[in-house]
């Protein structure tokens, strides 16, 4: 088992910084992938950033040249760090650990608020 906790979300005005931190536990070495969602008050959750085992990362074209995701292994905790936030940015972020088709795990979120 995995357990996720995030922090760092907040209100910031566009044009501000945040950066989001996912701290894990548990079986760490069984995960491929590691992610950071986000979901608005009644749309579907997407995908925002991602980074596999190997260091290898991916965004989402909404957030390429703003977002970077990054690792920390000795403490084991992944970052989300957040430039140039929009008001559409605004939404809770789940940081996010997948194995395989049987096992994918979320944490309980962090709400990002941006207010123009």
């Known amino acids: 088992q995995v357990q996720l906790v995030e922090s760092g979300g907040g209100l910031v005005q566009a044009g501000g910084s945040l950066r989001l931190s996912c701290a894990a536990s548990?079986?760490?070495?069984?995960?491929n992938v590691w992610g950071w969602h986000r979901q608005a008050p009644g749309k579907q959750r997407e995908l925002v950033?991602?980074?596999?085992?190997?260091?290898?990362?991916n965004y989402a074209d909404s957030v390429k040249g703003r977002f970077t995701i990054s690792r920390d292994t000795t403490k084991n905790t992944v970052y989300l760090q957040m430039n140039s936030l929009k008001p559409e940015d605004t939404a809770v972020y789940y940081c996010?650990?997948?194995?395989?088709?049987?096992?994918?795990?979320w944490g309980q979120g962090t709400q990002v608020t941006v207010a123009s």
């Open positions: 996010n650990a997948h194995r395989d088709h049987w096992y994918d795990t």
């Open positions: 548990g079986a760490i070495f069984s995960i």
């Open positions: 950033a991602a980074i596999t085992s190997g260091g290898n990362p």
